[in-house]
């Protein structure tokens, strides 16, 4: 290997060779590096093991300061609880809701009960527009007759009535901020409280210095209390003007009352008039049903009593023309033909009367038949009077004398 190198630096590089004396000795490369420990590094050492072990007087010193956290909280909490139920008492007796206090929303929409109704009507163009041209038709003779009927109820309150309403729904506003400050301030009293922990600093100090430590650390509540004794005190002023601003908005009120009776009543009748409309159109579809099938029935009965009256006609040029004389007994009469009791029939069958009168026209036949058998010579045939009944005109003998 030194032969190759030396014969190659010959021919090849020419590269001055230094002497071996003046080399330095080759050292041993480093395998690892050692790194230095932090024992006091606890992501080298871990979690300290001993951090719970705290002294029994600093326990004590610990649990007597959240005594004290406690009491603060209590006394905080009873004043609050207070005013609370001094205000809910005030706003139940008011009946004043934010919410509802002025309902002129509600007039801006179509109650859905009425939308339903107007889309049932809007798939039938024809049918409204039908019924608007009946009711243009009849205004003109309606409305002289109800000369008491005023204009629609308008929901806009006047100008004054405004204002009124506008300055009690800024107060009630405030009302509802002092509740949520309070209750704000009250919840960050709490965390407060929950996450104070002076342990440490307890382990430290002497006994002889805990209610020092104590009134320094309570410091801290100060400017919470500062804050929660300001928003009780402006509950007085709050619930005053609130007073006040109800008693202008008793009137503001009772006419609210009445627009949103006569809005409800409107609504009401809309909906009644399309129920009716509709019960009404069902009516009078089952009575066009039904004379449609009367028509039908009275034009049967037409032909049937045509029928019987052509075959009563028949059957009296046939006795004129008999060829025995007058003074003669005519022989019987046959029975009338079928058409003229199944007339009858069809007629009773149209209304529960005509089963009487089917009884009695039955109870005419049978007198006309005796009348004709016991007939005197020399009688005859005579016209038919007015008051003869139409219906006996069905009878074959209705052309004889009555006896």
């Given at each position: ?15 001055a060779v230094p002497a071996l004396d003046t080399l330095q000795s080759v050292k041993g490369a480093p395998l690892v590096k050692a790194l230095p420990v932090n024992p006091t590094d606890p992501a080298v ?6 951090a719970k072990l705290v002294p029994m007087a600093a326990h004590e010193a610990s649990s007597l300061y959240s005594e004290e956290k406690a009491k603060l909280l209590r006394d905080v909490m009873a004043k ?33 009960v009425l939308m339903e109704k107007c889309a049932a009507l809007s798939v039938r163009p024809d049918t409204v527009r039908n019924l608007v041209q009946s009711m243009q038709g009849l205004a003109p003779r ?262």
């Amino acid at each position: 290997r030194y032969n190759s190198a030396k014969k190659d630096n010959d021919f090849i590089y020419h590269e001055a060779v230094p002497a071996l004396d003046t080399l330095q000795s080759v050292k041993g490369a480093p395998l690892v590096k050692a790194l230095p420990v932090n024992p006091t590094d606890p992501a080298v050492t871990g979690p300290d093991i001993f951090a719970k072990l705290v002294p029994m007087a600093a326990h004590e010193a610990s649990s007597l300061y959240s005594e004290e956290k406690a009491k603060l909280l209590r006394d905080v909490m009873a004043k609050i609880e207070a005013k609370n139920e001094v205000l809910d008492q005030f706003m139940d007796s008011m009946q004043l809701d934010p919410e509802t206090v002025d309902n002129l929303d509600m007039y801006n929409h179509i109650p859905p009960v009425l939308m339903e109704k107007c889309a049932a009507l809007s798939v039938r163009p024809d049918t409204v527009r039908n019924l608007v041209q009946s009711m243009q038709g009849l205004a003109p003779r309606v409305f002289p007759a109800v000369p008491g009927s005023g204009p629609a109820p308008d929901p806009a309150p006047p100008p004054d009535d405004k204002q009124v309403l506008q300055n009690l729904k800024r107060i009630l506003a405030k009302v509802q901020e002092m509740r949520d400050q309070r209750m704000s301030l009250e919840q960050q009293l709490r965390e407060m409280i929950q996450k104070d922990d002076i342990t440490t600093s307890l382990v430290t100090t002497d006994r002889s210095e805990m209610k020092k430590l104590f009134e320094e650390q309570l410091k801290k509540y100060d400017q919470l209390k500062v804050y929660l004794e300001q928003n009780l005190a402006a509950q007085e002023n709050v619930l005053k003007a609130l007073t006040d601003a109800n008693v202008k908005y008793a009137a503001v009120r009772k006419a609210l009352a009445e627009v949103e009776h006569k809005w409800n009543t409107t609504v009401q009748t809309l909906v009644a008039s399309y129920e009716a409309y509709e019960d009404l159109m069902k009516k009078s579809q089952e009575g066009k049903d039904f004379y449609t099938d009367l028509e039908g029935k009275a034009a049967k009965l037409l032909e049937r009593a045509r029928a019987a009256c052509q075959a009563s006609e028949a059957h009296r040029q046939q006795l004129l023309e008999s060829p025995e004389g007058p003074g003669a007994p005519p022989e019987p009469p046959a029975a009338p033909p079928a058409s003229s009791s199944s007339s009858l029939e069809l007629l009773a069958s149209l209304t529960p009367e005509a089963f009487s009168l089917d009884a009695s026209l039955k109870g005419k036949q049978r007198m006309n038949k005796q009348n004709f058998l016991q007939a005197q010579p020399g009688e005859g045939l005579r016209a038919p009077r007015p008051s003869d009944d139409p219906l006996s005109m069905l009878d074959p003998l209705w052309t004889l004398n009555k006896a």
